[in-house]
């Protein structure tokens, strides 16, 4: 990972009465547009990941997916395969299950078997692969 | 949010005394975040939800042959042992001692079966992933039930009503075949299980009364019970674990309960139950699972072995926790008051050695103890609505 690829994307995010409110990507933006509900984003200079959770809203300890749409930006090469994965930095530990991504084609990808499974913030880590190596982007989720 | 709330008062136009004019709420105010938070715990009881990985799951059929073989103790080797003997609806469906003895001694407590269905892992180290195989792993454990595959199905066979209830249940009489028979068993023994449900709570009571703006209502909860809310949602942050209307997030951690078993044996808790639930050949992969999507398996399908899991158990709902005395997977805190001092007291070096980090010592006053203990007293119905009753 180079040094561009440390690059964290921390989103904020709200929390509603009982619903969890990522920050919605602009709905202007082509990436991801596609994706039904709520959306969240991780992007660095050369990528954008839009993702919604399915189901949602995210229930702390309950199991969900994510939609993903992965867009290079500026002249990147598309990535060969996407890993999705989330830790809880306050608390020192990763979630209880590792997903698996299934790529659904256009830039398009579904990741099962994640699960929160206690309230916080939460940083999603999608780790891209790329022809020029691994980059690494962040969503920071504040679960209620 | 920093501004406070007087109880539901003032949640309707920032009122202290409701519009009923009722006296203003004893105890505690709660921020907005709090009230979210304990809103969170309910409502109770959840609608039912059949296992689609027990095609018997609410057949009353089944559910009656579930509560005779549950009864029977025919089916240990010895013939004395059944799964009531250690499952006792007073206690919640526990045995009041530290740790389990059936045919021998064993090294965990007895885990209660009331809203035993809403679980997703079951036994302390989550070893199973489904009621079925955990109603199965007693009858062929031989320091509990003592049989095996070939005793239980033999048990069936041999009787006259046993052998018609099990035809009545799944539409042919037990076959030759030891495995299916068996797990035939376990499956009605699942079904009967699904039935044991916790009844409405003073807690419950509360809670509602909070969501629906009865000030009145909300006044008739203890004011220890509501000062123990307070701190198990506030300083103590208890639901960070023990979340939702179940009071539990169904996974595991190590919470400083010492993991040795016995002289020169370890209790590995969780780290062995992932092992053991992704081996099982009733797990919810297997050619058990009556789920032919395997939706169901989602969980067993992506759970992780870490090495943080040695020496975590499996976080229990607090519901009906006052008649499930002694606590902990080794039963070695005898009342509540010692798991809330423990929780007070923890030994903060011993955590955080070589796991994560969320639990710090509480360092509770005896009055917030009190209150504490109250709180989860608050969780356990009245005998008369308690976990014998049926959810179905």
């Known amino acids: 990972m180079d040094a561009r690829a440390r690059q964290v994307n921390a989103f904020p995010v709200a929390v509603a009465v009982g ?114 190596g691994t980059e690494r982007l962040t969503a920071t989720v504040l679960l209620e | 949010m920093n501004r406070r709330y007087s109880g539901l008062a003032a949640l309707v136009a920032g009122l202290v005394v409701g519009a009923t004019g009722a006296e203003p709420v004893a105890g505690p105010s709660f921020t907005a975040p709090e009230v979210r938070a304990i809103l969170a715990h309910g409502p109770w009881p959840p609608p039912w939800q059949s296992d689609p990985s027990n095609r018997v799951s609410g057949q009353p059929a089944s559910i009656a042959f579930g509560e005779r073989l549950f009864n029977d103790p025919r089916l240990s080797r010895p013939g004395t042992i059944a799964c009531a003997s250690c499952h006792l609806p007073p206690r919640s469906f526990t045995d009041g001692l530290p740790r389990a003895h059936g045919l021998a001694a064993t090294d965990r407590n007895t885990l209660g079966l009331a809203n035993v269905r809403r679980q997703r892992w079951f036994g302390w180290d989550g070893a199973n992933d489904n009621l079925w195989a955990q109603s199965l792993r007693p009858l062929l454990d031989p320091r509990e039930m003592g049989g095996d595959l070939a005793h239980v199905a033999a048990v069936v066979r041999a009787d006259a009503d046993l052998r018609e209830r099990y035809r009545e249940s799944f539409g042919a009489p037990p076959s030759a075949a030891d495995e299916p028979v068996a797990v035939d068993v376990a499956k009605a023994l699942a079904a009967y299980q699904e039935t ?46 023990h979340l939702g209307p179940d009071f539990t ?75 499930t005395a002694p606590y902990m997977h080794n039963g070695s805190l005898a009342t509540l008051r010692d798991v809330v001092r423990h929780y007070s007291e923890l030994d903060e070096e011993r955590l955080h050695a070589d796991g994560e980090q969320i639990l710090r010592p509480l360092r509770l006053t005896d009055a917030e103890i009190d209150d504490l203990v109250a709180f989860l007293e608050s969780l356990s119905a009245s005998q008369a609505n308690s976990s014998t009753s049926r959810s179905r």
């Open chain 1, 19 to 132: 619903t969890l409110l990522l920050v919605a990507a602009d709905a202007s933006r082509a990436c991801g547009e596609a994706l039904r509900g709520t959306t969240g984003r991780a992007e660095n200079a050369r990528y954008e990941i839009v993702f919604a959770a399915v189901p949602a809203p995210l229930a702390a300890g309950k199991l969900f997916s994510l939609d993903l749409a992965v867009c290079p930006r500026g002249g990147a090469a598309a990535p060969n395969a996407l890993a999705v994965d989330a830790t809880m930095p306050e608390h020192r530990h990763g979630m209880n299950y590792r997903p698996t991504v299934v790529a659904r084609g256009t830039g398009t990808y579904r990741a099962d078997g994640l699960m929160f499974h206690m309230p916080g913030r939460w940083d999603l880590l999608f780790d891209l692969v790329t022809p020029a």
């Open chain 2, 196 to 241: 044991l449900a916790t009844g409405r709570t003073p807690f419950d009571e509360f809670r509602d009364a909070l969501a629906r703006g009865d000030d009145r209502g909300a006044a008739r909860y203890p004011a220890p019970a509501r000062r123990g809310l307070a701190l198990f949602v506030g300083k103590g942050r208890c639901n960070v674990c």
């Open chain 2, 249 to 323: 997030n169904g996974e595991f951690h190590d919470i400083g309960i010492p993991f040795f078993a016995g002289p020169g044996r370890v209790d590995a808790g969780r780290h062995e139950g992932v092992r053991r639930v992704r081996a099982s050949r009733y797990n919810l992969l297997g050619p058990f699972n009556d789920d032919s999507t395997r939706q169901t398996a989602t969980a067993t399908r992506h759970v992780a072995a870490e090495h943080r899991n040695f020496g975590e158990f499996r976080v229990p709902s607090l519901r009906d926790v006052a008649r």
